[in-house]
């Protein structure tokens, strides 16, 4: 049996003997182990000392395994201090904030001084954080033990049998088993632990304050001191609790057994417990500094290892001076009355939520590509700026089936109060007004419809008007893709605008590209047929061809592809060969500023035939906003000059106006015909023939005595409310339906397209 005994000592040894501790624990197990075998040591010893060979061979092992492990346990204190040195230097927290490295040495000086300390700060500020800096300093984790107490992982009553438990297990972690430990869990029992607890701390049962002095005896007789930790103590929601723990911590203190708090103070107020009652249970109060925005997005970038090209630390910098002043502007508010500032003065960003954002950010530029342009990516950073730094503003849009929703409030009536200055001041004043005008501004919503002058022609409103409906409502999409995955990020028109490019413009025979091009329209006589259950503005009065030219700018088109798109369009549309109000229509909406498709235009117009008088009847808007684009194109390309131009505009009668500006045109041609030298530039040469024949395609048009007629199966309509009467006409023709169900159904898509 003494053989077993040396046999196992020599494997204690082994694997749990560290010379640099306490040697306690070594000397309970040595005498356990004497007392089991004591009743077999006569015989054994007996039988050891016949044989001095086994004998020194036994003590040689043991003295052979102390002694390894003892220079082991030597070699490995060695380098652990090395290591700790090494980490001594700056380079030891890369994770931390300068201005927290300043925190944590001034937490360490008042850790030296003091036996209690509250971290005063607000969540998510980095509390947590700057202490597992602590517990990792070299002279902390070489001196104390650290007994660490999350409230939120246990039930609130079970904190103060928790900190013992912890406390019990760092006593018998020393070597040490404590007597007491059992009664003060006795004292701790849930079913009488109030009572208990008060005896503890008033003394009212001699017992009870025996056992605690005792046990923490026992805590100031380890080798290794000990701090306790409380993380987020403002967290626990029953006071008596938290008083509870401040009165049996104070009693627990000492130099050798520190207390360390965690908490917000404004928090702990609205418990009641002010600085006042805190002065005596917390006498030590340190405030971490506060970090401003731009520290942290640094900091979390380099952190996180962010690549710069794909989220740069610039775009992130919703807050600089110049971003928000840009929607002050468009606000036509003061700064200080702007709602984008009051909303924005009001955020309360943390390390903690600022590297949410940012994580959540590059989850969706690495799951989308369509979020990584320079436009969208933006729209992205804003949103996840009001989930995750402002959510009470970022629930009233999540909330809504549509974020258009809030916008309806803006966009009809009570928006058109902003254009009056007088009621402005009144429609702010409402704070959920405020609120609402805050989001959408910050969201790069445009509320307020652009200045425009009674002398702009139809067209440019119209664009204006057009571009700022696509704009909200492509915002609208982006932003549901952004909360709900579900959806698309795109609107109707740029999906079909994409197919376009991709299916039809990309073949070069017009055959194949028409094909496509029925294909994608399909039955819809818009191009605003539903995709993923959304629909999308409509437009009345457009063709196929007018429509996708005239949402172009939602996915522009090459020169390349709009001259295929044209030639198309004229290829398969209805009067080939002919200025009619179709074309009109179509090409006023094309890039005519730009030499290739300008070129285009005009050599098909330069072989067209004359079939009436757009200047009467219906046709007149659309060929006013056709000669405007005209003329702007002639003037950008030199083909009149900017005096002439300006000279003609003075003309209040557009025939003669228009007559009087193709004529200019004809003039420059020549003009440019006499000074460049085309004989060897067949192409300028047709250039300019084309140029001539198409002004006197136009000249004759706006002199022809025939009007032009419209076609009325050519346009349907936005909707009923607006187009009414022309519905209840298309109607009255239809009061007979035959019972042929194929009659009915195409009945049904005749309603439809109406």
Aim: proline content about 3%.
């Amino acid at each position: 049996m003494l053989l077993l005994f040396i046999v196992l000592f020599s494997v204690y040894l082994i694997l749990e003997y560290d010379p640099i501790r306490s040697g306690k624990t070594t000397i309970a197990f040595v005498v356990a182990l004497l007392i089991f075998f004591v009743p077999t040591w006569p015989t054994d010893v007996d039988t050891l000392l016949q044989s001095g060979e086994v004998k020194a061979k036994l003590i040689g092992l043991v003295g052979a395994v102390f002694f390894c492990k003892l220079f082991y346990g030597i070699y490995r204190s060695i380098r652990r201090q090395e290591s700790w040195q090494r980490y001594q230097i700056d380079e030891q927290y890369p994770e931390l904030f300068k201005k927290r490295k300043r925190d944590l040495q001034r937490l360490k000086k008042l850790f030296e001084a003091v036996d209690i300390i509250g971290i005063n700060a607000s969540w998510g500020m980095g509390k947590t954080f700057l202490l597992s800096y602590f517990k990792r300093e070299p002279d902390i984790s070489r001196q104390y033990y650290v007994v660490e107490i999350s409230v939120l992982t246990c039930k609130v009553d079970q904190l103060i049998p928790v900190l013992f438990h912890d406390l019990d297990q760092v006593l018998k972690k020393d070597g040490i088993l404590s007597l007491q430990s059992e009664s003060i869990k006795v004292l701790c029992d849930s079913q009488k632990g109030i009572r208990s607890i008060i005896n503890i701390i008033f003394g009212s049962t001699e017992g009870s304050a025996q056992a605690l002095l005792a046990f923490k005896k026992n805590l100031e007789c380890m080798h290794k001191k000990v701090v306790i930790i409380y993380e987020d103590l403002d967290r626990v929601d029953d006071v008596k609790i938290i008083k509870q723990i401040l009165s049996i911590n104070l009693l627990l203190s000492s130099s050798r057994i520190k207390i360390i708090y965690q908490y917000d103070d404004e928090r702990m107020k609205q418990f009641g417990i002010g600085m006042d009652y805190l002065e005596k249970y917390i006498p030590h109060h340190m405030k971490l500094t506060e970090l401003d925005f731009e520290e942290i997005i640094m900091m979390n970038l380099d952190e996180l290892k962010v690549d710069e090209h794909i989220l740069d630390r610039s775009d992130l910098m919703i807050l600089s001076r110049g971003e928000i002043l840009e929607i002050v502007l468009q606000e036509n508010c003061d700064w200080h009355d702007s709602p984008v500032q009051s909303m924005l003065a009001i955020a309360e960003y943390t390390p903690r939520n600022i590297r949410f954002w940012i994580e959540e950010i590059l989850i969706f530029l690495s799951a989308y590509s369509f979020y990584r342009e320079a436009d969208n990516k933006k729209l992205l950073i804003r949103l996840l700026y009001l989930k995750h730094i402002l959510p009470d503003y970022y629930d009233k849009i999540s909330s809504f089936d549509a974020i258009s929703q809030i916008l309806r409030l803006e966009r009809e009536d009570r928006m058109q109060s902003l254009n009056n200055p007088e009621k402005q001041e009144a429609f702010i004043s409402d704070e959920h007004n405020k609120e609402c005008v805050a989001i959408l501004d910050f969201l790069g919503y445009q509320l307020h419809p652009p200045m425009k002058r009674e002398t702009d022609p139809e067209i440019r409103k119209h664009r204006e008007n057009e571009k700022r409906e696509e704009h909200n409502l492509r915002l609208d999409r982006i932003y549901h893709h952004i909360i709900m995955a579900g959806g698309h990020p795109q609107t109707n028109r740029e999906t079909i605008l994409a197919k376009i490019k991709k299916e039809v413009l990309s073949k070069d025979d017009i055959d194949e590209q028409y094909r496509a091009w029925k294909e994608i329209v399909g039955q819809s006589y818009y191009l605003n047929q539903h995709i993923d259950g959304y629909t999308t503005i409509n437009y009345f009065g457009h063709s196929y061809f007018e429509d996708t030219l005239d949402a172009a700018f939602l996915v522009p088109f090459s020169e390349e592809e709009e001259c295929k798109f044209l030639r198309l369009f004229e290829a398969k549309r209805r009067n080939s060969g002919s200025l009619d109000l179709e074309y009109i229509r179509v090409v006023l909406h094309a890039s005519m500023n730009k030499n290739e498709v300008f070129s285009l235009i005009v050599s098909q117009m330069a072989h067209f035939k004359v079939i009436g008088n757009f200047l009467s009847g219906v046709s007149e808007g659309s060929f006013n906003d056709f000669m405007y684009i005209f003329s702007l194109a002639c003037r950008k390309l030199r083909y009149i000059t900017y005096s002439d131009y300006d000279f003609i505009q003075l003309e209040p009668d557009l025939k003669h106006k228009y007559l009087a500006f193709l004529e200019a045109v004809k003039k420059r041609i020549d003009f440019l015909e006499e000074t460049i030298d085309t004989s060897d530039q067949p192409r300028t040469k047709e250039l300019f023939s084309n140029v001539r024949s198409a002004c006197d395609c136009l000249a004759d048009s706006v002199q022809d005595v025939r009007a032009i007629r419209y076609d009325p199966v050519r346009v349907s309509f936005s909707s009923v409310s607006e187009q009414d009467k022309e519905l209840e006409q298309f109607l009255s023709k239809k009061k007979e339906v035959s019972n042929d169900p194929a009659a009915k159904k195409h009945f049904k898509e005749e309603v439809l397209r109406a």
